[in-house]
């Protein structure tokens, strides 16, 4: 193995062991829900500490990693994370593990940003980092999507616990591959870091985040929900307005006015927000109503990882000679009609004749858009700024999961808990009603007890799973258009030799190619 193939080794083996924690812990959200007495709310916050913690500090931690050192950095990362995977194996109360998952999210945030950088100095030529990027891309989605299957597979022999356990020796073997290949790198002209910036980002993603999980609780329309969006609204136009004036900003926003960036962000992040919800929602779908194991679960959740891997090289390849345009809008058009087409599931449906097609045709539009996103954005910015452009990159990915299994998972939490309320008013007393509204855990253990109840939790189910697949696709299809009128072509000659030279040149002010 060359020195280069070994540097692109580490950095996928890294990215694929933080996307896969993304995931992995899905497939035991029916186990926590048993075992830790978690409600939808707080497997929804076991889920989303990860990703929010991940997506709020994620463009800060690019920005040290290009200061102080890329190496040292990754190796961190690395450290801090499988730590916290190791304690949060020990933990027995909810509440731990959501502060334990906070702090994964943390060490991700330092990781993958510089995962990115490092391919984007390693591999300096366009054709090559191209290659570069989407076996990277591919090593990110066969993370995402292989965390039930592997979570399935513990689970299957194991407690919840070995989820966690699982992931402490992959980031040892990252780091002793980091110190033997990774090169040293930085930029010593990266500008200190923005604390005020940071922090107003902070309480904007977090405010958002908690407002949309908790409104269920609250009411969609509640004095409590109506204040938690304008604080969230409030505090974003502060942190574009800091960012503007700051002298060295944490997010330069004029960034977004060159369209292969702020276009290719935006493809990004609807990307992930699809699916992440898909992937709160179908796992749940598999073992609560269509009583599949674990291991089941995350197998049946194969043709997904498959689909993205091959897409996310195939969308490199093409990217620069169809465009950017293109491949992304495309993308985006078969993800957006695979979960119109999702939406209309009911819960005795083929899974070989029509889930299957619909995995893959999903997996296949997530692969067109990622990884010719990434290197959209990652064109915009020189290779000794590749954290900054990279950060940016992984905070819409984490942004668009985190907004994704929020928003999906609580207006799902809001339809079933309705839709089961009316099914089931007069049949249970009020506390076990509430109760089983806020828990398909729960509902699926009283399903045992009490005659009628099964029936109910599958129609309260499907109608939630319905109504949150029916937005994630009219989302992605308006995604598709906005790509289609706003990204440029960006095609090169694929004959011409040396470093590439495009044939439709792009700047911010042009046009749509």
Request: some cysteine.
């Amino acid at each position: 193995m060359n020195r280069r193939a070994a540097i692109l080794t580490t950095v996928c083996l890294s990215a694929l062991t933080i996307n896969l924690d993304t995931t992995i812990v899905n497939v035991a959200l029916p186990s926590l829900a048993r075992e830790l007495d978690a409600g939808t709310r707080d497997l929804l916050w076991v889920v989303d500490g990860y990703n929010l913690a991940f997506a709020a500090l994620v463009l800060a931690m690019g920005s040290l990693s290009d200061r102080f050192g890329r190496r040292p950095a990754l190796v961190l990362g690395l450290g801090s994370f499988a730590l916290a995977s190791g304690a949060a194996a020990l933990v027995d109360s909810v509440e731990a593990l959501i502060a334990l998952r906070v702090v994964m999210g943390m060490s991700a945030a330092l990781i993958f940003p510089t995962t990115l950088s490092v391919i984007a100095n390693a591999f300096t030529e366009r054709r090559e980092r191209a290659a570069a990027l989407g076996i990277w891309g591919a090593a990110v989605g066969m993370g995402v999507a292989l965390g039930p299957i592997t979570g399935g597979f513990l689970l299957e022999h194991f407690t919840w616990h070995s989820v966690f356990w699982a992931l402490v020796p992959v980031g040892v073997v990252a780091i002793a591959m980091t110190l033997a290949f990774v090169p040293e790198s930085r930029d010593p002209a990266v500008p200190p870091l923005d604390l005020l910036g940071l922090a107003i980002s902070i309480g904007a993603l977090g405010s958002l985040t908690w407002t949309i999980i908790e409104a269920p609780e609250h009411g969609w329309a509640s004095a409590t929900t109506l204040t938690g969006f304008a604080v969230a609204a409030v505090l974003t136009l502060v942190f574009v307005a800091i960012e503007r004036a700051a002298e060295h900003p944490m997010l330069d926003v004029t960034l977004f006015l060159d369209r292969r960036f702020s276009a290719a962000c935006a493809a990004v992040t609807i990307a992930f927000f699809a699916l992440f919800g898909f992937i709160f929602l179908i796992t749940q779908f598999f073992q609560f109503l269509r009583d599949h194991s674990a291991l089941g679960t995350g197998v049946r959740i194969l043709p997904v990882a498959i689909s993205i891997a091959v897409a996310s090289i195939v969308g490199a390849q093409l990217a620069p000679r169809v465009g950017t345009k293109a491949v992304v809008g495309t993308g985006l058009a078969l993800l957006g009609s695979a979960f119109l087409w999702i939406s209309t599931l009911d819960v005795d449906v083929s899974y070989a004749a029509v889930i299957v097609p619909q995995m893959v045709m999903m997996g296949l539009g997530l692969g067109l858009i990622s990884t010719p996103a990434t290197e959209s954005i990652m064109q915009v910015l020189p290779p000794a700024r590749a954290g900054v452009g990279s950060a940016v990159n992984d905070a819409t990915r984490e942004l668009g999961g985190t907004l994704g299994v929020a928003v999906v998972g609580s207006l799902f939490s809001s339809l079933y808990g309705a839709r089961l309320g009316e099914l089931l008013d007069g049949r249970l007393d009020p506390a076990t009603l509430e109760s089983a509204q806020g828990s398909v855990g729960f509902t699926d253990a009283l399903a045992a007890q009490v005659p009628g109840v099964t029936d109910a939790m599958e129609v309260a189910f499907m109608d939630g799973l319905s109504r949150g697949s029916l937005v994630i696709g009219l989302m992605c299809l308006a995604g598709s258009v906005f790509a289609w009128a706003v990204l440029p072509g960006n095609r090169y000659d694929p004959l011409a030799e040396g470093e590439l030279v495009a044939v439709e040149p792009v700047t911010a002010a042009t046009g749509p190619a």
